[in-house]
Structure formats: C-alpha cells, structure tokens
T-cell receptor, first 113, second 116 residues
Framework: AQRVTQPEKLLSVFKGAPVELKCNYS??????LFWYVQYSRQRLQLLLR??SRESIKGFTADLNKGETSFHLKKPFAQEEDSAMYYC???????????????FGSGTRLSIRP | GAVVSQHPSRVICKSGTSVKIECRSL??????MFWYRQFPKQSLMLMAT?????????EQGVEKDKFLINHASLTLSTLTVTSAHPEDSSFYIC????????????FGQGTRLTVV
C-alpha cells in the first residue's frame, strides 16, 4: 500500500539549531518524493522534490531507498521556517500514478527565538 | 509560480442544501486537478482526480454521488457537495497539475465548509 508516515506532529527547536523532519514511505516501486510547506495563512506550496536534488531555503532532503526515508534537514533553523511541513509521494514520472500525490500527516515546525 | 484560485474561501450552508466549490488555474491549463479534504490537525486526504473532458476518478470510500466533480474546461474544476450534512463540514483543497517535463502541483487556498 502507498503510505507516507511523518512520526512527529510537532517539532520545536531553537533558532540556529539543526532541524530534521522525519518522513518514511511505503511504495511498491520507485516513487517520486516531495516536501510541501504551508506557512501561516498561506496555501500549500512545493518546497523541494527529490529528483531536483536542490537546496531550497537551506533545506535539503535525501532519498534513502534502503530505509525508505526522505527526511528534511536544515543545519541552522530560522524563525521564518516555522510552518507546517508535509512529506508526499507520487508514482514515477512516466507512470499513470505520477500525478496522484499522497500526503503524510504533516509536522508542525516551531522555531523558538 | 502558477496560480490556482479557489472560490469561495469560506461558506456556511444549511443541512440538505448543495454547495459548489470552484477551482481555477489562472495562468496555465490543467488537464488534471485534484480535490482533497482536510480534517482538523490531520493530513490532506485525496478525494478524487478530476480529468478534463472525462469522468472523475474517486478514491475508495468517497461517494461520487455525494461529491460531484465536473472538469468542463482546462482551467476549471468544480466540486459540488450535494445534500450537505454537518459531517461534511471540512476544509476542501484543490490542486492543479502543470504539464510538461517538470510537472508540478499547485494548490488553491482552500475552502472552509460549515454545514449547520
């Protein structure tokens, strides 16, 4: 079954501390993994996707197929990082299920000054 | 980035009435749109995939006669909650897929439905 698991509902860290938001997935095949972010009173938006291998706003995420994980990391948290973060997956880009995005339950990241 | 607009952002209706929510891609054409439902403090639950010019594909457990989806054009999909009940009260979010090699989903701002 396709599933995305985010074990932490809330993560609170001090400004300047490292951040790691955990995400594990279950998928029979090679999915595409994403992190979406929702800032206060704003709509959901894409933060990064694993195939891009980019660092967005200082965040990176490495796909670990062995551990079926896609944890989101940032070495030094900033107050503006406070938001709701959702890990998500879809089928491989060329598959019929490529467009169907399954979301995790989300983790609220709170950065303390 | 591309813009997806949902309307209305908030609606209150009486039990038994129907409510229509619109999802528009403002600056791109979207052959595929999605409708999600989000319960308080829970994740987005995919309800259905809306395909332009064809019937929507509903997820298991979602009543297609209850949640009518129409994707009549490449820029508009509508979700109609028919004979609404208080348990239909929720936050409904649509997203639209851009085409091309780097397809990406863009989300509407959501619609808060309250059935009284």
């Amino acid at each position: 079954a396709q599933r995305v698991t985010q074990p932490e509902k809330l993560l609170s860290v001090f400004k300047g501390a490292p951040v790691e938001l955990k995400c594990n997935y279950s998928y029979s095949g090679s999915p595409e993994l994403f992190w979406y972010v929702q800032y206060s009173r704003q709509r959901l938006q894409l933060l990064l996707r694993h195939i891009s291998r980019e660092s967005i706003k200082g965040f990176t995420a490495d796909l670990n197929k062995g551990e079926t994980s896609f944890h989101l990391k940032k070495p030094f948290a900033q107050e503006e990082d406070s938001a709701m973060y959702y890990c998500a997956l879809s089928g491989p880009p060329t598959s019929e299920s490529a467009s169907k995005i399954i979301f995790g339950s989300g983790t609220r990241l709170s950065i303390r000054p | 980035g591309a813009v997806v607009s949902q309307h209305p952002s908030r609606v209150i209706c009486k039990s038994g009435t129907s409510v229509k929510i619109e999802c528009r891609s403002l600056d791109f054409q979207a052959t595929t749109m999605f409708w999600y439902r989000q319960f308080p403090k829970q994740s987005l639950m995919l309800m259905a995939t809306s395909n332009e010019g064809s019937k929507a594909t509903y997820e298991q457990g979602v009543e297609k006669d209850k949640f009518l989806i129409n994707h009549a054009s490449l820029t508009l999909s509508t979700l109609t909650v028919t004979s609404a009940h208080p348990e239909d009260s929720s936050f409904y979010i649509c997203s639209a897929l851009t085409g091309g090699a780097d397809t990406e989903a863009f989300f509407g701002q959501g619609t808060r439905l309250t059935v009284v």
